[in-house]
Each structure stands twice: as C-alpha cells, then as structure tokens.
Antibody, heavy 116, light 113 residues
C-alpha cells in the first residue's frame, strides 16, 4: 500500500523558515516524480512544486519561486520542502503527492500557520 | 501560466440524478505528439486529501465507479456523475498537467438536494 506521511508543519512568524518532510513507502520511490500541493483554510488546491526522479529538475509556482526549495533523498525515500521568507498567505495544509503528472497518491497533509 | 476555470462553483442535485461539472482551460491541453489531453479530475471530501479520479480527460483510475466519467478535448472538459449517490458529495477539481506550473480549477462543490 502506498503511504505518504508529511511532517514538520507548525506555527511560524512572518519572515521565518521551516522545512517540511515527507516519507514514502509502498512503492519504488526513485521511480517517481514527487510534488507538494497546498490548500489554504477553506480554499482550493494550489500546486506548489515538483521534482523529478533524480532531483535534477524542479518546477515551482511563481508565488514561491526564490523562497521555497524542493529536494529529495532517494536513499531515505523522502522529499522535502524548505520554506524561507514565509508570509501570512503561505498558511495552508501542505500535501505531499506522488506525481505521475498528475498527482496520483496523496498524504494526509501537514498544517503550516504563518502568523505573528 | 495556464488558467483553469470551472463552472458552476456549486451544484445541488437530487439523489439518482445527473451532475455535470465543466472545466475550461486558457490553453489547449491536447498534445500533438501523443494525442492526449493533459487534464485530470480530483474528488475531495471534507477532512481528506484529494483523490485522483480521472486522467487524460477520460481515463478512470482503478476503483472509481463507472457512473463518474470525463469527456472533452482541447480547452473544454466535463466531469459527469450519473445517478448521484450520497457518497459523491464532495468538492471536485480539474487540473492541467500539460505544463508547469500545474494548475487547478477553483473547485465545484456538489451537494444533495
């Protein structure tokens, strides 16, 4: 069974940093692209970033370019999202997803709250 | 970026009736290289992550009931739920995966009348 478990969310002040992690199991991690998708409270889905199988290609939505960095460690079956210069509008549930363009399996998400 | 626009924003349908959700893309999602439409549909129930229902505009994922179907090509797409069941109450999203950044429609909430 495919499982994706996110962690690392919490309360951060504007301008702060945080790193989200996602551990995958139940499939051959290194054979898949991985994505992060977020959902602000009561709002719709926003795709944030994805990364290719070996980490050599990364894509971002414009609103996070230069602030967020996606990375992966295939030896640890993990994908990460380093988030810097956080803004109030980054408050959301962040989902890790396996990507086959589109995203076919999702974790339960981790909540990031950016507030002073 | 490709803009995805869904209509309506919400829909109230009687049990057993049909629900139709439309999705319009600002750019053509039909690839000339493989003749596939890079359009997916998701279902999200309260408190749950999204679930992929359909990819390539009309290919259902394993386990998705055949009363849910996708159609369309190019820039105009439709998700149809035939004979609506109580378990279909959810928000439905379309997504283009033709080019990064991947983008979602704003969502359509389906409720029971």
């Amino acid at each position: 069974e495919v499982q994706l478990v996110e962690s690392g969310g919490g309360l951060v002040q504007p301008g702060g940093s945080l790193r989200l992690s996602c551990v995958a199991s139940g499939f051959t991690f290194e054979n898949y692209w991985m994505s992060w998708v977020r959902q602000a409270p009561g709002k719709g889905l926003e795709w944030v970033a994805n990364i290719n199988k070996d980490g050599s290609a990364k894509y971002y939505v414009g609103s996070v370019k230069g602030r967020f960095t996606i990375s992966r460690d295939n030896a640890k079956n993990s994908v990460y999202l380093q988030m810097n210069s956080l803004r109030v509008e980054d408050t959301a549930i962040y989902y890790c997803a396996r990507s086959q363009w589109p995203e076919d399996k999702w974790g339960q998400g981790t909540l990031l709250t950016v507030s002073s | 970026d490709i803009v995805m626009t869904q209509s309506p924003d919400s829909l109230t349908v009687s049990l057993g009736e049909r629900a139709t959700i439309n999705c319009k893309s600002s750019q053509n999602l039909l690839s000339s290289s493989d003749n596939k439409n890079y359009l997916a549909w998701y279902q999200q129930k309260p408190g749950q992550p999204p679930r992929l229902l359909i990819r390539w505009a009309s290919t259902r994922e394993s386990g998705v009931p055949d009363r849910l179907s996708g159609s369309g090509s190019g820039t105009d797409f439709t998700l149809t739920i035939n004979s609506l069941q109580a378990e279909d109450v959810a928000v439905y999203y379309c997504q283009q995966f033709y080019s990064a950044p991947l983008t979602f429609g704003q969502g359509t909430k389906v409720e029971i009348k």
